[in-house]
């Protein structure tokens, strides 16, 4: 049988690791990467209308790059190849829906998440002894599926707090709930069950793979947060991912989590741009006063959400917090003006980067998928929902080979 999923990697590998120097060339200030400048995209990126940029972010650089002046052929090739290798199929599971009095205390959207997964999970949960919902949260999937399935389901989650919530909950079911930290121990499994993470981050998401390859046993994982992760980098779990040199530093890992939209899950693209826009101006503000700042590292200690209050907030919390003096009004006006010149020089820069968001996030779970194919599963990767119900909604559905202990 053809290793589906090691073809699918094969064929986004081919497109993206000869782009892997814009995938792990971050756009920091408004001064053109290497990778721009040598591959002479420059000046027609820095030409970009006001109306076309906007039009970029919210659609995607693959999107319109069609009807862009002056394109470099180079770009077009790429933004054309980069979507069409990031394609995946719609998973053709209908929804599940569980009775109404099972998701009193679920959250809308999160309601949407468990109808497509469970649909998604239902034939594999039928083969199944019992569920383990690794990151349970409050425990909704674990909960749910125990009774949707009428099955044993276990929850596994490192907060003690959601533990004791989840149990609540799920009193009088056939699910129960241990706190662990699924990090730092073991993680053992029999062949019958069912291994389910839902948005399962980073690191977390490569211990479930190689759990359910060496148990053998059955896996369905939406991830999520790929950037959370122990070391400073990825390897690759496949053989093909191996030979290709996908290896990920934890900063381009970050870049999938970027979904050209415009309108977020949680604010508007506008919103979210005006934020990054004052996290710029934080960041030059305390580079200004003598601080060795990276990026990101500005935020340190303040709720991101606090970056939609403007420059003066976040200074003032910023240069408390490393008890420096207040910022002032001369100040914050400089670098607010600095800041929005260069910032809006850096949007341009970043489009194709921002382009090879989702085809990076695509090879990583291709990878995992392969994987676990090289190890014997029939695995597949396939979208489980709409983006307006998570931009993370890539599944693996992963069949273990049936041993003799789940043989009927």
Same mark, same amino acid.
């Given at each position: ?13 081919? *497109? ?6 814009? =995938? ?9 990467? #290497? ?78 998440? &468990? ?18 919902? =690794? ?18 389901? &276990? ?8 533990? @004791? ?17 699924? &990090?730092? /121990?073991?993680? $053992?499994? #029999? ?19 190689? @759990? ?9 994982? *939406? ?41 977020? *899950? /949680?604010? @508007? ?5 005006? %934020? ?17 700042? @990276? ?46 010149? %260069? ?17 990076? /996030?695509?090879?990583? =779970? ?6 676990? /194919? ?6 597949? %990767?396939?979208? *489980? ?19 003799? $202990?789940?043989?009927?």
């Amino acid at each position: 049988m053809p290793l589906l999923a090691a073809q699918a990697l094969e064929r986004a590998l081919s *497109v993206l690791v000869p782009a892997l120097d814009i =995938v792990e060339g971050r756009v920091d200030d408004d001064t053109p990467p #290497a990778w721009c400048e040598a591959r002479g995209w420059t000046g027609f990126l820095l030409s970009l209308s006001d109306d076309d940029l906007a039009r970029c972010e919210s659609a995607g650089l693959s999107a319109c790059i069609g009807d862009l002046a002056g394109a470099p052929p180079s770009l077009t090739e790429l933004a054309l190849a980069a979507a069409e290798a990031a394609r995946l199929p719609r998973h053709a599971a209908l929804p599940l829906a569980p009775p109404a009095d099972q998701l009193q205390s679920v959250p809308a959207r999160k309601r949407l998440q &468990l109808e497509s997964l469970l649909g998604a999970v239902a034939p594999m949960a039928a083969r199944a002894r019992r569920i383990v919902d =690794v990151g349970a949260g409050r425990g909704h999937f674990t909960r749910i599926a125990a009774e949707s399935f009428d099955v044993d389901a &276990l929850g596994i989650e490192r907060e003690p707090a959601r533990v @004791s919530a989840a149990a609540a909950l799920a009193e009088g079911t056939r699910a129960l709930f241990v706190a662990s930290d699924a &990090l730092r /121990e073991d993680l $053992a499994f #029999a062949p019958d069950d069912l291994l389910v993470g839902l948005h399962a981050c980073g690191e977390l998401g490569d211990r479930m793979v190689l @759990s359910a390859a060496n148990a053998p046993c059955d896996l369905v994982l *939406v991830s999520c947060c790929l950037q959370k992760i122990g070391g400073p980098a990825r390897a690759p779990l496949s053989q093909v991912g191996a030979r290709a040199g996908l290896v990920l530093r934890r900063e381009a890992l970050g870049l999938t989590n970027l979904t050209a939209r415009p309108v977020g *899950v /949680e604010s @508007s693209l506008e919103d979210m741009l005006s %934020a990054r826009g004052h996290r710029h101006a934080l960041l030059r503000l305390l580079r200004a006063r003598g601080l060795d700042v @990276s990026p990101g590292e500005e935020m340190r200690g303040i709720n991101r959400r606090r970056a939609r209050f403007g420059l003066g907030e976040l200074a003032a919390r910023a240069l408390s917090l490393r008890g420096m003096a207040p910022a002032t009004e001369a100040e914050i006006r400089e670098h607010e003006r600095a800041a929005h010149l %260069a910032f809006s020089r850096m949007r341009r820069l970043s489009l194709p980067r921002s382009m090879l968001a989702r085809l990076t /996030e695509v090879a990583v =779970v291709l990878d995992r998928a392969a994987a676990l /194919e090289e190890r014997g599963h029939e695995a597949q %990767a396939a979208i *489980v929902f709409d983006p307006d119900v998570s931009p993370r909604n890539i599944a693996i559905l992963a069949r273990a080979p049936v041993t003799r $202990a789940m043989a009927p």
